[in-house]
C-alpha cells in the first residue's frame, strides 16, 4: 500500500536526483506557508466580496433558498447549544413533525463548534465569513498534502492548493451551498489513508483517520463517500503497478483500516442509526431525482458561469446540471500534455490519470450528453438500478468533483515537473530504497540503482509555468453574485411577536416556507435564534410511503396559498376551504398568523381574511390572532 516518507519522494520514480532528500532552512518554507495561506484567506474574502456590502440583505443570486437554509443551520447550531437540545433533531421548521436534520444537510460539524460566534454576530454574518473561511481551509489542507508529501516546489503546491479550493466547481457550489465547498478534511484524510502501511504506526494512523472521517460524516457525507470512492481507486492503482510493495503493507494497511472503522463505527452508530430509523427519516429520494444528471461532455471544455473567462449565457444550452468540472480548454489541454509527458517518469501521475478517466467515465450518467443534447448512447448509470442504497442518493455528475481534485494535484505535478528542469543533472546516482521494500526507480527496477539522467533543458521551465498559468488564469473567480432581499419585519426583529407565541405553539408566517415558497419568512426564523417554530420549511422529509421529498406535505390551506400566489388572484372561497384552514392551523398549533410585505400581499391578505376573518395592523405586519379559533 501507499506509504509516505517525510524524507523521499515516493511518487517520482523517474527522477532519482529528485527522490534524494533536500534539506531546507526551516524559515524559508514557514514564510512561504504564511504567503500561500494569506492568498487563499485574500482570496476567500474576495470570492465573498457582494455579500458583504448588505451581509443581512443580501443572498446568493443563483441559490437564494440554499443560502437561507444554511443561515438557518446556523442559527439552528447556536439554539441547539443555547438551549441543550439534540442537534440531531429540531422542531423549529416542520412543526410539529420537525425535521431530521442527520438526514439532511446540516453541517453539524461547524454551526456546533461555531454557536458561540453565531450568537455573538448572527447567522447571516457567520454564513459569508464560514463561506470565504472554508474555501481558504480547504486551499490550505491542499498545499500541505502537496508541499508535504507529494512535491519539492512550494510554488507547485500554492498552484495546486489554489485549485483543490477554488476549482470551478467549487466556486460553483459556494452559491448558496458551503457544505460542498467545506472539504478541508479531504486532504488530511487521503494522506492519512495512504499512510495506513507505515509499519509500527497502524494503530495511530487508524485512529487519526477513524477521528477525520467521524468529523467529516457531521460536514459533508456526500463528498465523504467520494473520497472514499477515489481513495479505493488510488489503492487499486497502486498495487497493480507496485504488487510487491502493497503485499507487504497490506497485513499493517488491514489493521490500521479496521481500527479507523471500528473508532468511526464506535462515535458515528448513534447519528447513523439516527440518520436512517429515527424520526422523520427517510429511505432515498421519490422517482431518483438525481439519477439522470450526469454530465454533459462539453461541459468539461466550457468556461464556468463564475470564472472571469465565463459567460452566463452559455448555461442555456448545457447549464441543465451543475457547474462541476467546466475546465475550459486550455486546461484541458495542458492537463492531456501533462498526462503524456509525465505518465511514464511519475508514479503519482499514473494514478491521477486512473483518477481522470473512471471518475469522467462514471460522472457521464445514464445517457450520454453532447452540448446539451441527450444522445441514444448509453451510458454506465443506465446499468445502476435506482434503487440501489446509497447510489440512488448520488447524483452522477458530482463524481467529477474527483475529477477537479485530480487535475489540481496534476496541475501541482505539472509546475514541479517544470520547477526541476532548471537542475542540471548528467552522472548516475544511487537512490536509497523506500519504505516497505518499495523502489524508487528511474527507467531501472534495481531499488538502489538509477540511470543516467539527462540534462535538462533549462528553456522547459519558464514554459512550463507559463503553459499552468495560462491555464488557470482564466479560471480565477469572480465575486459570488449576490441579490437583494426585502429586510424582514420590524415586527418579527423587534419581538413584537412573542405575546402572540405562548411555549408549545407555532408562528405561521405567510407564505408557508417551502423549497419554492417562502424564502423571506424562513429567514424570519433564522434572524431570531429560532426562537418561534414554523410550519413548512426547506429540507428532505419522508412522504406516505417513507420515500424522501423537498419539503413538508402540502396541508390543504398551504396549497390554496401557493396557488394564489402563482395566479395573482384569489379563488372562490367555499366553507369547505374555511373548514380546512381552522383544520390545518389545529395541526400546525398555530397562535397567530402573519403577513409582511410582499409582492402578493394584497391578494395573500385578501384570501387569508376570507379563509379565519380580518386582520389587525400590528407594527409593520398584518396579524390574525387565531388563539381563540384553533383552541
Known sequence: MPVVDPSLNPVTDADPAEAEPTRRPRRRPARADLLALGAYVLLGVFVCLNYWGDVTGRVSSHLPTDHSWFEWLFAHGAYSVRHLENPLFTARQNAPDGVNMIANTSLLGVTLPLAPLTMLLGPQVMYALYLGAALAATAGTGYWMLSRHLVRSRAAAFVGGAFLGFAPGIIHHANGQPN?????????????????????????????LGALVTYQIFINEEMLLLTAL???????????????????????????????????????????????????????????????????????????????????????????????????????????????????????????????????????????????????????????????PLVEMMMPTRLTLVVAAAVGVLLALTWDAAHRQGRAVTDPVRVPAQRVGEPTPATSDDPGVAAPVPVRRRWLRPVGYAAVTLAVLPLLPRPLPAQQIDPPPHFITAGGWRPYVPAGRTLVPVPIPSNVHGLPTLRWSAMTGQEFPVPGGYFIGPNELGEGVFGAPNRPTSTLIYATMDKDEVPALTDENRRQAVEDLRFWRASVVVLGAHPREAVL????????????RVDDVWVWDVRALVG
Not at 478534511?185 to 487519526?208: A, D, K, M, Q, S
Not at 391578505?605 to 389587525?616: A, F, K, N, S
Open 605 to 616: 391578505r385578501e384570501l387569508v381574511t376570507g379563509l379565519i376573518g380580518p386582520p389587525q
Open 230 to 388: 477515489a481513495c479505493l481507486v488510488v489503492v487499486l492503482a497502486y498495487a497493480v503497478q507496485r504488487p510487491r510493495a502493497a503485499w507487504a503493507a497490506a497485513g499493517t494497511f488491514a489493521a490500521g483500516l479496521g481500527v479507523a472503522g471500528g473508532l468511526t463505527l464506535v462515535l458515528a452508530a448513534y447519528p447513523i442509526w439516527f440518520q436512517f430509523n429515527g424520526p422523520q427519516s427517510y429511505r432515498g429520494l421519490q422517482g431518483g431525482v438525481f439519477h439522470n444528471w450526469g454530465e454533459d461532455l462539453m461541459a468539461f471544455v466550457t468556461f464556468a458561469r463564475d470564472t472571469w473567462a465565463g459567460d452566463p449565457a452559455v448555461e442555456k444550452t448545457i447549464g441543465l446540471t451543475e457547474q462541476n468540472t467546466w475546465f475550459g480548454w486550455p486546461l484541458v489541454l495542458l492537463s492531456l500534455v501533462s498526462l503524456v509527458l509525465l505518465v511514464r517518469r511519475s508514479l503519482a501521475t499514473r494514478i491521477v490519470a486512473v483518477l481522470i478517466v473512471v471518475f469522467t467515465v462514471a460522472a457521464i450518467g445514464p445517457m450520454v450528453r453532447f452540448n446539451g443534447v441527450e444522445t441514444d448512447v448509453r451510458g454506465p448509470w443506465s446499468y445502476v438500478p435506482d434503487d440501489l
Open 180 to 208: 460542498f465547498v467545506s472539504n478541508f478534511l479531504l486532504p488530511l484524510i487521503v494522506v492519512r489513508v495512504l499512510r495506513l502501511g507505515e509499519p509500527g504506526r497502524w494503530r495511530r494512523n487508524g485512529l487519526v
